[in-house]
């Protein structure tokens, strides 16, 4: 599982350095990347059949899951500001199925 953080965070930083330049098509298709991963169980499955009550299994898999969200919110920013709106909506209604109260989500759904 710390493979799969590793290359969570990579692809984050990568996607990250785009959206810095404003190259917004090419750090949401990374961040689009990142969120399949989560959506088809590609990030936190545990293929390796790792002890889940391990405490640094568990560690990474909170990391995962706090980056999920991070991922999905940098996302929202990227389709907001290309003008993408049916995109933000769909993104939002999963950022707040994650949590209800999530600020940035409530921000953009407005």
Same mark, same amino acid.
């Given at each position: 599982?710390?493979?799969?953080?590793? /290359?969570? @965070?990579? =692809?984050?930083?990568?996607a990250g350095r785009f959206f810095k330049s404003n190259m917004l098509r090419k750090a949401s *298709?990374?961040?689009?990347?990142?969120?399949?991963?989560?959506?088809?169980?590609?990030?936190?499955?545990?293929?390796?059949?790792?002890?889940?009550?391990?405490?640094? /299994?568990? @560690?990474? =898999?909170?990391?995962?899951?706090?980056?999920?969200?991070?991922?999905?919110?940098?996302?929202?920013?990227? *389709?907001?500001?290309?003008?993408?709106?049916?995109?933000?909506?769909?993104?939002?209604?999963?950022?707040?199925?994650?949590?209800?109260?999530?600020?940035?989500?409530?921000?953009?759904?407005?």
């Open positions: 599982m710390a493979e799969k953080l590793a /290359v969570v @965070e990579q =692809n984050k930083f990568t *298709k990374i961040y689009q990347r990142i969120n399949g991963w989560y959506n088809f169980g590609d990030a936190t499955n545990n293929y390796q059949k790792e002890d889940m009550t391990a405490h640094e /299994v568990q @560690e990474t =898999n909170e990391k995962l899951q706090s980056l999920k969200i991070v991922c999905f919110s940098n996302l929202v920013v990227c *389709k907001f500001k290309m003008g993408e709106n049916t995109s933000v909506v769909g993104i939002t209604d999963q950022m707040l199925d994650m949590d209800p109260n999530h600020a940035k989500a409530l921000y953009f759904r407005g």
